[in-house]
């Protein structure tokens, strides 16, 4: 059966992190528990696929000042590292370590962060899709189609700079020069094309600029007794978080592992986005088993 979500809050350095416990602690079938984590999305989009795995002690958590989590430190960026930090003490005071990890985009930056750190903490981590511009062949041309999309939405708000980030993240294959020179229209993509002034969004804002710009360890992650699977989706073949996946398991001479459906594929209807989160979850099963 599935288990209800215990909610509970940590207080850390600058911030209190709220967290969710499904399942016993300490387990009582000798597996670890299974670490979810997302950046900038929070624990609300692993609803679905924590519900797909009744049989793990599920842990997840709103990275600070996002969702339920709040700050204090008076910084509005998500950094990999202080992340990490923050997951350190979570499962140092859940006495729960090492854990099986799973981190989906953001949260798989910041999951390669946390077991460069303190590799103690994490048996086996599942890096899914990465967003790592600074692996790429074309690293400099990706960086300035971010750079782009950041300067829609400054200049005209949400409506532009989310249709130019949803071009940036479609594009197959190696961006151009030059590319998102010319902006997309909003309103071909059904999005509005008024601005309403807020400049927060955590895609669009620059918030998140540390985990793109995020640059791994490659010999702290290559002799790392965690064992580290970089797994991207099958329809995801050609955007940019599956060709920096692979360019990340290419220098650590890795191979990638496939997982159903597209970067979001664990989700259910959290986001009206659902992929296909009971193949997900089977396959997130047998990858952890070492399959």
């Known amino acids: 059966m599935t288990e209800t979500a215990t909610h509970l809050t940590l207080d850390v350095p600058g911030a209190t992190i709220a967290y969710d416990v499904r399942g016993p602690l300490p387990t009582t079938d000798g597996e670890p528990p299974l670490v979810l984590i997302g950046q900038p999305m929070d624990a609300s989009g692993f609803g679905t696929l924590a519900s797909l795995l009744p049989d793990r002690t599920v842990v997840t958590y709103d990275p600070r000042g996002i969702g339920r989590s709040t700050r204090r430190d008076g910084s509005t960026t998500n950094d990999p590292r202080q992340q990490a930090e923050d997951l350190h003490a ?30 103690q903490d994490v048996r086996t981590l599942v890096a899914h899709e990465p967003p790592l511009l600074g692996v790429l062949p074309d690293a400099d041309r990706a960086a300035a189609a971010t750079a782009r999309v950041d300067a829609a939405y400054q200049e005209h708000g949400w409506g532009a700079g989310m249709a130019a980030f949803i071009a940036l993240t479609s594009w197959q294959g190696e961006f151009p020069e030059g590319f998102l020179a010319e902006l997309p229209d909003p309103a071909q993509l059904g999005l509005p094309t ?8 955590p895609l669009l804002s620059g918030a998140s600029k540390p985990v793109t710009a995020y640059e791994p360890d490659l010999d702290a992650l290559r002799s790392s007794p965690t064992r580290i699977v970089l797994a991207a989706g099958e329809e995801s073949e050609g955007i940019l ?12 001479g890795t191979q990638v592992a496939i997982f159903p459906s597209g970067h979001g594929g664990f989700l259910g209807p959290e986001f009206g986005m659902p992929g296909k989160p009971e193949a997900f979850a089977e396959r997130l099963r047998e990858v952890l088993a070492g399959a």
């Open 90 to 119: 979570l499962v140092t005071a859940l006495g729960a370590g090492p854990v099986d990890l799973f981190g989906s985009s953001g949260g798989a930056v910041t999951a390669l962060a946390w077991v460069t750190a303190y590799p």
């Open 241 to 252: 978080t599956w060709r920096s996946t692979h360019a990340l398991a290419e220098r650590l």
């Open 194 to 201: 008024e601005d309403d002034g807020t400049r927060t969004d």
